[in-house]
């Protein structure tokens, strides 16, 4: 199966179907923090996070939504035609203040130019019956995704990298915007400290056995200055994870994800003065055409083993 010039659903792919012509992702940061930074649930955030809160690419949070999204609509331009843009909220947790608040940003976001949807970074704990509320009256509105970080099925992991919610939280949170008909992509992160092949597995079966509409498939980075960074330095075997092994795992979830769901990202985005593990991902275009000859090579594409994930 393809899609187009893949072996799996890619957002480009369905972005370009459902809107006629390529979309872009401008990146938002809308001054949010987290429920496990700032002692609600935990301090210090998840260790593997940075202190953008996941939002390196993101916009200047010292400055309007406006501004923002004129700042990165430019510097997309450079490298990408389009004239059609989905607001992503990604920095930090994005429903995590009153919905007056949120309102607020939401509306300066979709009234920007050709702005055709919003996509909204959160965690599932922070959805609130108000705050559901909310996410329903913008899906009946525009084209609506809300991400939640899984990052792993193991909820040992999950509290050795301060996630500060379990797998049952993640699937209730699921299930909440699911009733509300409200798109939902899932993170997953394939290289978490201690974690073994067979725990990722896990993880991409246990995501793909919910109802979810995209997955993310990131590796682990290791950033400078982060919880994790300090780990590493105590201990680098926390790190093990090859180019190759990555690729060969990668390859398995994806023959694994049920052909119905749009991979949103089969690797990931870090500034590379802050990389201090892998050092192989700087090369980003080397690595999608190694992933893409993998799976070529080896007759491997989106669903072919989903069967036997059910």
């Known amino acids: 199966?393809?899609?187009?010039?893949?072996?799996?659903?890619?957002?480009?792919?369905?972005?370009?179907?459902?809107?006629?012509?390529?979309?872009?992702?401008?990146?938002?940061?809308?001054?949010?923090?987290?429920?496990?930074?700032?002692?609600?649930?935990?301090?210090?955030?998840?260790?593997?996070?940075?202190?953008?809160?996941?939002?390196?690419?993101?916009?200047?949070?010292?400055?309007?939504?406006?501004?923002?999204?004129k700042d990165q609509k430019e510097?997309?331009?450079?490298?990408?035609?389009?004239?059609?843009?989905?607001?992503?909220?990604?920095?930090?947790?994005?429903?995590?203040?009153?919905?007056?608040?949120?309102?607020?940003l939401y509306d300066e976001a979709l009234s920007e130019e050709n702005v055709v949807g919003i996509s909204i970074g959160t965690r599932p704990d922070c959805l609130s019956d108000e705050v559901l509320d909310l996410l329903s009256?913008?899906?009946?509105?525009?084209?609506?995704?809300?991400?939640?970080?899984?990052?792993?099925?193991?909820?040992?992991?999950?509290?050795?990298?301060?996630?500060?919610?379990?797998?049952?939280?993640?699937?209730?949170?699921?299930?909440?915007?699911?009733?509300?008909?409200?798109?939902?992509?899932?993170?997953?992160?394939?290289?978490?400290?201690?974690?073994?092949?067979?725990?990722?597995?896990?993880?991409?079966?246990?995501?793909?056995?919910?109802?979810?509409?995209?997955i993310k498939y990131h590796l682990l980075y290791i950033i400078k200055n982060t919880k994790l960074h300090k780990d590493y330095l105590k201990d680098p075997s926390i790190y093990n994870l090859s180019m190759e092994k990555y690729i060969e795992i990668l390859g398995e979830a994806i023959s694994l994800t049920n052909p119905k769901i749009v991979i949103h990202r089969i690797t990931g985005d870090a500034k590379r003065e802050d990389i201090i593990e892998p050092l192989w991902s700087i090369k980003k275009w080397e690595v999608l055409n190694s992933i893409h000859s993998y799976l070529d090579q080896n007759n491997l594409y989106q669903g072919k083993l989903f069967n036997r994930n059910l």
Not at 87 to 101: G, I, K, M, R, V
Request: glycine letters at 10%; one cysteine or more; a positive charge.
């Open 137 to 214: 009256y913008y899906n009946e509105k525009t084209f609506l995704m809300v991400e939640l970080g899984l990052q792993t099925s193991n909820d040992k992991t999950g509290e050795l990298i301060n996630r500060g919610h379990d797998s049952k939280c993640f699937k209730e949170g699921v299930q909440k915007l699911r009733e509300r008909n409200i798109n939902v992509i899932t993170h997953v992160i394939l290289g978490l400290p201690h974690e073994t092949e067979e725990d990722m597995i896990n993880t991409v079966k246990f995501a793909n056995s919910l109802d979810i509409q995209g």
């Open 75 to 104: 510097m997309m331009k450079k490298k990408w035609k389009s004239n059609k843009y989905i607001a992503y909220f990604q920095a930090y947790t994005n429903t995590y203040a009153s919905t007056d608040y949120l309102k607020k």
């Open 1 to 69: 199966m393809r899609w187009g010039n893949k072996p799996y659903y890619s957002l480009d792919y369905f972005l370009r179907e459902k809107f006629g012509e390529k979309v872009m992702k401008i990146t938002l940061d809308g001054g949010f923090t987290c429920p496990n930074r700032d002692g609600k649930i935990s301090f210090g955030g998840c260790t593997f996070c940075s202190s953008r809160g996941s939002g390196e690419f993101a916009g200047d949070r010292l400055k309007s939504i406006h501004d923002q999204f």
